[in-house]
């Protein structure tokens, strides 16, 4: 008498190459363009490229889409350059577990279970947050021998901010 047992594989998903490729490389423009223009409103944030050919919007979302689509934020991604261009929407839904990636016609969940491309997508939205706050007036100082100068593109209000040892006074 001959027993078998069949056992269970798990296997574990894989998404598609060509979209696990695109994240890589809108990764990529994403991470190592230089942004000049941050605009930041009160429920979204802008970003452009120094070259303008990479734009990010960060949108929060709205009550309906939050109650219809348990959305939390929105990110579009436009990136026109010589040898591609692409328009991509990740949907960051109040489960941070799950996102979705709208590339042209084709539209991919992610959950935590591809985890290379959840991170990748989670820093995304870190890294136009951490952008976005180094913009804020009091941050946006550069230290020249223990006086600290606004950029001239930020409103000085006739304030001049000096340090002494380790105080700051503003006068």
């Known amino acids: 008498m001959v027993a078998v047992i069949l056992g269970q594989t798990a296997f574990a998903q894989s998404l598609p190459m060509e979209t696990s490729q695109s994240i890589g490389i809108i990764d990529f423009v994403i991470k190592k363009s230089k942004y000049e223009e941050v605009s930041c409103g009160a429920h979204s944030c802008q970003m452009k490229s120094v070259e303008g050919g990479v734009n990010l919007k960060l949108t929060h979302a709205t009550m309906q889409q939050d ?92 304030i001049t901010l000096s340090r002494h040892k380790s105080r700051f006074s503003i006068s």
């Open 67 to 158: 109650r219809a689509e348990n959305l939390h934020y929105l990110l579009q991604v436009s990136v026109k350059g010589t040898l591609f261009s692409t328009k991509v929407e990740v949907h960051y839904r109040n489960d941070p577990n799950l996102q979705t990636l709208k590339t042209g016609k084709r539209t991919d969940e992610i959950d935590s279970s591809y985890k290379t491309e959840h991170r990748v997508l989670r820093s995304w939205i870190q890294f136009i947050k951490d952008s976005t706050a180094s913009k804020s007036f009091f941050t946006h100082w550069s230290m020249y021998s223990n006086t600290y100068f606004a950029e001239p593109s930020m409103p000085t209000f006739g």
